[in-house]
């Protein structure tokens, strides 16, 4: 590993989610001297990855990892292949739609459909959310064992909201659950006042690499058979464009 990559990609995850954070707040969660981490900074800075408040001495990522990260989303074969699925899902259902894949102990939105209704949305690519607390996330633990082990046995969960599952037998069971009828339902986990449907997503191994979600208000709750439906069928359509030979996928469970 080249340390000065590792150290400034280390920057870069210390600044996600929206932090401001100066340096000497950056070296001590780093354990770096505070000169290494100015000198990291300053560089990732005349590259545009980073930016320096307007009126502070806090830094924020930078507009250069917007450019960075289109320039991904666009390459993503899934999100290629799924839009118009996304998009027909959201007008047959009448919700908002969302695919993501996983980043680290996150899924991140890789495509997002507005509600169709003409109301103003705050568009959602790029928002990323805890996999435990987000249905999409939730698809791609049930379908990966390591993934769920790696996250479920790395320390305590973070609790979004009062109503966010962070126990990790419980969630193991839903995981079961969600194997057995082909999707995930998640109810003011993330967000009060807002549940999310999730079907998975499988390529021509037949593996899980993404999930389609529908989002509604937790009120409106159960979904009626018309939304699962349209659901199932966007991720099976989708799943059968990137070359799955059959749908619902099989899970990568390991043997007890």
């Known amino acids: 590993m080249i340390q000065a990559i590792d150290r400034a990609a280390r920057v870069l995850a210390s600044l ?13 969660a780093l354990e770096l001297p505070p000169s290494t981490v100015h000198g990291i900074v300053k560089s990732l800075q ?45 007008r047959r259902s009448r919700l908002a739609t969302r695919l993501g894949v996983e980043l680290f102990d996150e899924v991140i939105v890789i495509h ?26 939730k698809v791609l633990l049930a379908y990966d064992s390591a993934l769920a082990s790696s996250i479920l046995g790395d320390g305590e969960l973070r609790a979004l909201t009062g109503d966010t599952v962070t126990d990790p037998a419980e969630l193991q069971a839903q995981f079961a659950r969600i194997r057995e009828r082909g999707y995930a339902e998640e109810v003011d986990e993330a967000i009060l006042g807002e549940a999310s449907l999730a079907a998975p997503i499988a390529d021509r191994a037949g593996t899980v690499i ?12 159960p979904a009626s058979g018309d939304v699962v439906n349209a659901l199932r069928e966007a991720a099976r359509n989708i799943s059968r464009e990137l070359g799955a030979a059959g749908w619902p996928p099989r899970a990568a469970v390991d043997p007890e």
């Open 16 to 28: 996600q989610g929206a932090r401001h954070l100066g340096v000497a707040e950056l070296a001590s």
């Open 112 to 137: 997002h459909d507005p509600r169709p209704d003409g109301t103003e949305q705050m568009p959602e690519t790029g928002l990323s959310i805890p996999a435990h607390a987000s249905s999409m996330g």
């Open 210 to 221: 993404a999930a389609v979600s529908v989002v509604l208000p937790s009120t409106t709750l």
């Open 46 to 90: 005349a590259h545009g990855l980073v930016a320096k408040e307007p009126h502070g001495n806090r830094y924020m990522l930078g507009p250069a990892l917007l450019k960075l990260s289109n320039v991904y989303l666009d390459t993503l074969d899934v999100r290629a292949r799924a839009m118009r699925w996304t998009a027909e899902l959201s």
